[in-house]
């Protein structure tokens, strides 16, 4: 506990928690009759009532008028003064704003009351040089490499109309039209163009059973019984006949890997500088891994080697942070958001953010006992890297950069970089190999 001598106010200041500071407060009742009195007497000069000029009514008729209403205020207004006192004379560094507790405030007697803050730890890291790490080495192959034009293949596969009846993977251009319950068909509901491949796992079994075989120029009749678990509420648990008729059949065609493949993606490119250009960006994408891995390790470490108390505002601020993010990737899914998933996310996030922040804190300290810092001139390097990188004009990305807040998060990445490289430079690497495919993935 620390005493305040400096203020009109009798301030004191205890730690229950690492992070969390109660501030005690008692108010002389002399200062708070005066700040009252202050208050009074404003309000005499300014109160207007029938029968008296403005400012001469009798103080006891205002008081008895806004008394109250001016004892509240003084009451509100000490609260603020006697919180910056206290922020200031024992440099706390608040991360919440201070909650009011046992408040007692009698006639004629002192004034007290609490106020509960969370602050941001004291954390000063050890066991931080010499870490064992575990360097996974990672080797691409020439099966890493057809697996990218695999796939690159298949992203530029197309359909071509055949003349025969259709099999599985093969795509249907059919119109659909629904059936009334009398049997009409209703034209308004009528869609035209819909592609469906035969045997995809969204189509329901049905239209997969019933389109197997057809061929162009068919109609067929399909009864659809929609699960009571479907999407679409106007569906769900409804059954519905539609009248098919089949416009055309389409085969899938997948490009051979030629050079005439290669040159689709970059003019003039063949399909052996394809592959180079491939393995490189394989090369590349498994180095980021190793240096991510490595990073991860160095985390773990520090968090296993520190006991750092974490203030659950901050926790429960980053979990609504992550609940927003996934509340927007719901909805533009169209995925419904609910309760229980929520809590499921709270429950495994929760261990996860909690290590993120011990780590914030712990790479901060670091960052101090170490006095690794970000030039002006590393700053600057950074920004034409991105530039460069970005293929964005550089005195427009550089006005960009100081204008807002992208300067001060590049200078912290630059900054959390120079610690991880400080720790791993300190550490005992060993190399782990790990399977190249997981690798290169």
């Not at 990737?329 to 929760?350: F, I, L, P, T």
């Not at 170490?370 to 427009?396: H, M, P, Q, R, W």
Request: net charge negative; with cysteine.
């Amino acid at each position: 506990m620390s005493e305040n001598t400096t203020s009109p106010f009798r301030i004191s200041v205890e730690s229950p928690e690492p992070w969390q500071r109660v501030i005690k407060v008692e108010v002389p009742r002399a200062e708070y009759d005066r700040q009252y009195q202050e208050r009074l007497a404003a309000a005499v000069k300014g109160h207007q009532r029938p029968g008296f000029r403005k400012g001469k009514t009798p103080r006891t008729v205002v008081e008895k008028e806004v008394g109250g209403q001016l004892r509240a205020q003084t009451f509100e207004g000490l609260v603020p003064q006697v919180y910056r006192a206290a922020v200031v004379e024992h440099r706390l560094f608040p991360i919440t704003e201070p909650a009011l507790e046992n408040l007692n405030f009698e006639d004629d007697s002192d004034l007290s009351f609490e106020l509960k803050v969370e602050i941001r730890p004291e954390v000063t890291a050890e066991n931080y040089e010499g870490m064992a790490l575990k360097q996974i080495t990672a080797e691409v192959t020439d099966k890493d490499v057809d697996d990218v034009l695999e796939r690159l293949r298949e992203s530029r596969a197309f359909y071509e109309k055949v003349d025969r009846a259709a099999a599985e993977g093969d795509q249907v251009v059919l119109g659909l039209v629904p059936l009334n319950e009398d049997g009409s068909q209703d034209e308004e509901k009528k869609l035209t163009g819909q592609r469906l491949i035969i045997g995809g796992e969204q189509n329901l079994p049905a239209f997969n059973e019933a389109l197997t075989g057809c061929e162009a120029g068919q109609e067929r009749s399909i009864e659809i019984e929609y699960p009571e678990e479907y999407p679409n509420e106007d569906m769900k648990g409804r059954k519905v006949t539609f009248v098919c008729a089949i416009d055309s059949v389409r085969v899938k065609v997948i490009p051979e890997a030629d050079d005439a493949f290669a040159s689709q993606l970059e003019e003039g490119q063949t399909l052996l500088e394809l592959r180079t250009n491939v393995r490189e960006g394989l090369e590349k994408e498994a180095e980021k891994k190793v240096a991510q891995n490595l990073d991860e390790q160095v985390l773990e470490k520090l968090t296993e080697g520190n006991e750092v108390p974490v203030p659950p505002s901050m926790v429960e601020a980053w979990l609504k942070s992550g609940l927003e993010e996934m509340h927007q990737r719901n909805k533009q899914s169209g995925r419904e958001v609910s309760e229980e998933e929520d809590a499921q996310y709270r429950e495994a996030a929760r261990p996860m953010v909690e290590n993120q922040i011990k780590g914030l804190f712990l790479l901060e300290s670091i960052r101090r006992l170490e006095s690794i810092s970000v030039s002006d001139d590393d700053l600057e390097e950074k920004i034409e890297a991105n530039a460069a990188e970005n293929g964005f004009d550089l005195e427009k990305y550089r006005e960009w950069v100081y204008k807002g807040e992208e300067k001060d998060r590049i200078r912290h990445g630059l900054e959390e970089r120079k610690t991880y490289d400080f720790l791993l430079s300190r550490a005992e690497i060993t190399d782990a190999e790990v399977e190249a495919e997981e690798s290169a993935e």
